[in-house]
């Protein structure tokens, strides 16, 4: 009796091998792109820096500067931001890479579904950190500068400093402004119904003062500035969600046979 698990082991391990080096590949060129936006914008690191800096910069007071303390921030830390804007600028590159990673694994309406979702995600994120460069960070700035003139205290902060607060905000904001696709995504693929997200709309208000506390400054006015958005944007994805309840007929079984039809045909393309 002839024994076949040596050749199953061998294929298995042949497949892994080539998923495991297309996912080399695939993070290679995202890699490059990253890198190559880099270098056509590292020239202007300076001029991207102080625009980075622009709401805080307002902030000061007449004659105010930001400092450094650090002997090499003041040319890490303006690269740093170039790296960022160089991020965001080939994130789509980044998103089509991983697509066309996981796009063979998915099933045909999971693979329409995901154009969509990578556009929506991208916009979003981008839109919030939109928000917090041109709503949040105006508004925070001045309110904590007020707050100096009474304590005769100079407002001066080091630029690696105001690079981590500023990251720290443009991911909590951008994360938050991901909301609706998380609902989306949670509703069509059937983890949660939509009434369930519904049922739970005073927990997740709840939850969305407890995070924007924890990812804030110590103030009520930026942690507004986030819960209350993140609980319009929840309830944006409820209203967008009832498009993509998932139908009876809508199972994967026809799906997984197309698939296998199609696998069947390309294997014995003389049948």
């Not at 450094?68 to 600028?89: C, E, N």
């Not at 929840?234 to 039809?261: H, M, Q, T």
Request: charge should be negative; glycine fraction near 6%; hydrophobic fraction near 55%.
């Amino acid at each position: 009796m002839s024994d076949n698990h040596p050749s199953e082991d061998s294929g298995l391990q042949e497949s892994f091998l080539s998923h495991l080096f297309e996912l080399r590949d695939r993070v290679i060129k995202a890699g490059l792109a990253i890198i190559i936006v880099f270098v056509c914008l590292v020239y202007w690191a300076p001029d991207i820096f102080h625009l980075f800096a622009q709401p805080l910069l307002k902030a000061l007071p007449a004659g105010g500067k930001m400092i450094v303390t650090d002997v090499t921030g003041s040319f890490f830390v303006p690269m740093k931001v170039t790296m960022l804007v160089a991020f965001l600028v080939a994130l789509p590159v980044v998103m089509y890479q991983l697509w066309a990673f996981i796009a063979p694994g998915l099933y045909q309406h999971e693979r329409k579904l995901i154009v969509p979702l990578v556009v929506s995600s991208y916009s979003l994120f981008i839109f919030g950190m939109s928000f917090a460069y041109f709503l949040v960070f105006p508004t925070v700035f001045e309110f904590m500068a007020s707050y100096n003139a009474p304590l005769g205290a100079e407002m001066s902060t080091d630029i690696d400093n105001y690079l981590s607060f500023a990251m720290t905000t443009f991911l909590a904001f951008g994360i938050t402004f991901e909301v609706p696709v998380v609902v989306v995504v949670l509703v069509r693929m059937g983890v949660v119904s939509l009434a369930k997200l519904r049922e739970i709309r005073p927990y997740v208000i709840v939850g969305a003062f407890v995070i924007s506390a924890v990812v804030t400054p110590p103030d009520v006015l930026s942690q507004l500035l986030l819960a209350v958005p993140m609980t319009l944007l929840y309830e944006l994805g409820l209203l967008i969600a009832r498009f993509y309840v998932p139908k009876p007929g809508d199972d994967d079984s026809a799906d997984a046979d197309a698939d296998a039809n199609a696998n069947a045909n390309a294997n014995n393309p003389g049948a």
